[in-house]
């Protein structure tokens, strides 16, 4: 497992080198002059002055080859420097240590809350295969997966709000235990737990027809039972991939509901440094999130084992 674990973290590096250098290419050849529009975005008229902006390049260390800017950042990004934002000058390093644990915090909770309620009602209607109520749980997934973010969040404000008057604007972020982070989680959730309710589901039905699902129960094992040690591990084993996609999918991809709710996460950070073409804080938000996405599909591979022997067996043989 050890070697296993050594070898994925070996293969990441030129992966992740390879990856900053596209994308700061992109951000370097394709997006812009992040100086002129520094300009841009200042109130009333603006006179460009090309003497003014060159030494603003200079100073700033944007007037040298595109090799030499991306070796000298890949120099500091070694070092654990992730550099200086081109607009505000602040480091990349704060602005992602103040924004990235929000993002962390909303995806997590978000994955469990889909976890704790998407798996139950999965198995309920799998064991009640073209019941009523497997009609009801998979129609309700398959609404509810149906209507976007976007649409969710400004309707529950409006409900809960002006409507009910039960609390406030939520608007802002005061920790994941204050009334502000209830409805982020829940158009969160919202959006996403059809997904685990369908794959849980499944993952029942496939279940159901194998031989030792059928001796427990012919043995008088109590459902509780043959579902909890017998149907469960094999039923999580694809549930827990699409969590970790998920996870992956809700921190990356939370920019929608951040922006909505005010939420000073990753996916606000986002929209507001890439339309400035902030060179720094756009590879190190990719970066994050790669390495975020090898990190999951890691532990991932890793629980495997604890839920399928045989996961363990098909590892070993890597190994060797």
């Known amino acids: 497992m050890g070697k296993y674990v050594a070898q994925r973290i070996v293969y990441w590096i030129p992966a992740l080198i390879l990856l900053a250098l596209a994308v700061y290419a992109m951000a370097f050849f394709g997006a812009g002059d992040p100086i002129k529009l520094m300009f841009l975005r200042e109130e009333g008229d603006v006179t ?40 505000s000058g602040r480091s990349v390093n704060d602005m ?8 962390f915090q909303i995806g997590i909770a ?7 309620f998407g798996i139950p009602l999965g198995i309920v209607a799998g064991l009640h295969h073209n019941e009523w109520l497997d009609n009801l749980i998979l129609g309700s997934a398959l609404f509810i997966s149906g209507v976007p973010s976007y649409v969710v969040g400004p309707m529950l404000m409006v409900f809960l709000v002006l409507g009910l008057g039960v609390m406030n604007v939520p608007y802002g972020w005061d920790g994941l235990f204050s009334t502000k982070a209830i ?15 369908r794959q849980t589901r499944s993952g029942v039905l496939e279940v ?6 059928r001796t427990a129960r012919a043995k008088g094992v109590p459902e509780f039972m043959v579902i909890m040690r017998h149907m469960l591990r094999p039923v ?25 709710f005010g939420i000073p996460g990753l996916g606000r950070l986002t929209i507001d440094f890439t339309y400035g073409v902030d060179y720094p804080v756009i590879v190190a938000i ?31 043989g890597v190994e060797e």
């Open 208 to 213: 159901l027809s194998e031989d030792y699902v």
């Open 96 to 103: 992602v240590g103040a924004t990235a644990p929000v993002s």
């Open 236 to 260: 999580l084993t694809p549930v827990v991939t699409v969590l970790g996609q998920m996870l992956i999918g809700i921190v990356n991809g939370a920019i929608i509901v951040e922006k909505v």
């Open 48 to 87: 460009y002055d090309a003497q003014r902006l060159d030494a603003i390049r200079r100073e700033k260390g944007l007037d040298r080859p595109f090799l030499v800017q991306f070796g000298e950042y890949t120099w500091h990004l070694v070092q654990g420097d992730l550099g200086m934002s081109v607009i």
């Open 286 to 316: 990719t970066l994050i999130g790669a390495f975020l996405v090898m990190a999951l599909n890691l532990l991932v591979d890793i629980t495997y084992p604890l839920l399928d022997p045989r996961a363990a067996q098909a590892m070993t």
């Open 183 to 197: 409805l982020p989680l829940f158009v969160m959730v919202f959006g996403s737990i059809a997904i685990i309710i």
């Open 110 to 116: 978000t994955v469990f809350l889909v976890a704790i």
